[in-house]
């Protein structure tokens, strides 16, 4: 089997095709489900912004019988406002045709070079090992390939999945434990958009989300989310056919006291929804108001999109207070995650 690496054309509908089959087997195979997105979503997943930029390349088969498909994908993606030292790197080859040198080949002919070409001194990297791997372990594919871009572990997540829909009993009991401390705040459903007059205060609470996370040694900048930002976020999650359940507490006083966020795709096929972000601002924390709000978005998905069989979140392994959330609502470890940092001389 004859391996190029190429940058991808995103204008060829076939090259769109065979990289939307690569990401449904890399999601079926680690997660057991899919989503489903168009061409079009595709090259929209795919293109940079005003606050990034992005290249890509494909790792692209040749048979024996002539026809060409693509088994391999990388990306590097540059921060323009902030982070201006870090490119971030990602490679990802199919299942099937692991441990094949397909990887190393993604790393040597695209990624290396890309690093050199961008002058950026701070690579990142994200890498997925099994839920009983051990993290340091030099044979695990992804510290191979972090060797070789010259970057270590900083930070281990954890990937938890839960099957949906979450019962309605353990919702309602669930529901019960967060009322007892809510007190006077109260719980609101928004529909894919924050509304106008929250955006300001939604902004800073994104911003919060950054700069609270626990991430261990990681070193990163926090944006600023500004309206025009969180506008742009909403527009390509719409334009990729991404659908929205943000749930937000209300303080006595009527700001925002935190959130909580689900995204699921909009495609019949599309089976595989993703928690995305769970926040209480301080001084609004110790109401159990992180439980009330997952209950709420768990809750409202059932309702929009049953189709739904799972639901994934990341935390780090140094959070443990959203972990006992997670647990609560049925999720369990799938994999584990790396966060790979360091400043190699390529």
Known sequence: MQITIRPLDASSDVEIDQLQALEEALDAHAYGGIEAYTRE?????????????????????????????????????MPLEENLETIAVHAAVHPALRHQGIGTALVEEALRPAVRASGR????????????????SADLPVNRLATRMGIS???????????????????????????ERIGTYRIELWADEVPDEHLAAYG?????????????????????????????????????????????????????AGNSEVEFHEAERST?????????MPGHRGHRLGLALKV??????ARRAPRMRSVLTWNSHVNPWMIAINEKLGYRIVQRELVLQGRPDL
Do not use: F
């Not at 293109?47 to 024996?64: D, Q």
């Not at 595989?272 to 209480?280: F, G, P, R, S, Y």
């Open 121 to 136: 001194t701070l690579v990142e990297a994200y890498g997925e090992i099994p839920a009983d791997g051990d993290p340091d």
């Open 41 to 77: 979503q595709v090259r929209t997943r795919l293109a940079g912004t005003r606050y990034w930029s992005v290249e890509h390349w494909v790792a692209v088969a040749e048979s024996l019988e002539g026809g060409e498909s693509v088994v391999g994908r990388a990306s590097a993606m």
């Open 204 to 256: 800073l609470l994104m911003r919060q989300l950054e700069l609270d996370e626990p991430d261990e040694d990681v070193e990163h900048e926090a944006p600023e989310y500004t309206p025009e930002r969180l506008r742009l976020r909403e527009r390509r999650r719409r334009d990729a056919g991404t659908r929205a359940i943000i749930a937000v507490a209300i303080a006595p006083d009527g700001s925002i």
């Open 296 to 301: 709420a978005t768990h809750r409202e998905l």
């Open 272 to 280: 595989l929804a993703m928690q995305e972000n769970t926040l209480v």
């Open 153 to 179: 572990r900083k930070n281990l997540a954890v990937c938890r999945a839960a099957p949906l829909p979450v019962a309605e009993d353990l919702l309602d009991a669930l529901q019960s434990e967060a009322e």
